[in-house]
């Protein structure tokens, strides 16, 4: 593989994380408190509000319905009208946060749903605020669970990120379009798969590690 091709490979990868970094932040600045508002306002729950719960809970299902290739195509005039353009990296990350919130909801929506409601009552009881549960019992139980499901949402998003190639944006699914399959070169192709999986590992094993130390139930090694 020539130099010039590395350096390809170079320059779409760190554009590969940049879209997904960009996303990820994004998608769970907006989807965590989604997230949290439908796991706590269903009818006699902490935040009541059985009929707003019932609407966002259909966007949201709506939206994951959406195939993400169809998404892409369909909001490129919102994403020209955010951004400027609706080819390239900054354009890319709007349909990757559209698609990443829905889905950072749900799986936070149930982690949270996980946490022993018996710790609700005892906070209750205790004369402790609904927003007090929230943050000091909830989401702190619901924690390795949330890391794992960021961690599936970034693995998700990777995957994306190569499809979003195929629609304008760059990036290693575009790198991989245009050199491994239009120009025939099964090596460029080759790499941009081993770069891939190698990402999607790294990402799995840093949010295993996450969730096992948020885990209170999990052992911790002790030195004699």
Do not use: C
Not at 122 to 127: F, K, L, P, V
Not at 168 to 195: N, S
Request: no cysteine.
């Amino acid at each position: 593989m020539s130099a010039n091709l590395i350096a390809l490979l170079y320059q779409a990868t760190l554009q590969t994380l940049y879209m997904v970094a960009a996303s990820t932040v994004l998608g769970t600045l907006f989807g965590l408190p989604l997230g949290v508002f439908l796991a706590t306002s269903q009818r006699g729950e902490l935040l009541s509000a059985p009929m707003v719960n019932r609407v966002l809970g259909l966007v949201v299902n709506a939206t994951r319905s959406i195939p993400f290739i169809i998404l892409v195509v369909a909001i490129i005039p919102f994403t020209r009208a955010l951004v400027g353009t609706s080819i390239g990296t900054n354009a890319a990350i709007v349909p990757l946060t559209i698609a990443a919130i829905p889905f950072i909801a749900r799986l936070v929506e149930n982690a949270i749903r996980e946490v022993d409601a018996g710790l609700i009552e005892a906070a209750r009881a205790m004369g402790a605020t609904p927003l007090q549960i929230i943050h000091k019992v909830l989401i702190a139980e619901a924690m390795p669970g949330i890391a794992l499901g960021l961690t599936l949402a970034v693995v998700s998003l990777i995957g994306y990120s190569a499809m979003v190639g195929a629609v304008g944006g760059e990036g290693l699914g575009d790198l991989g379009i245009r050199y491994g399959y239009q120009r025939f070169m099964p090596d460029v192709m080759l790499a941009v798969v081993v770069i891939l999986i190698v990402m999607v590992q790294l990402v799995q094993s840093i949010g295993e590690w996450i969730a096992a130390r948020f885990d209170k139930r999990a052992p911790r090694n002790r030195g004699h």
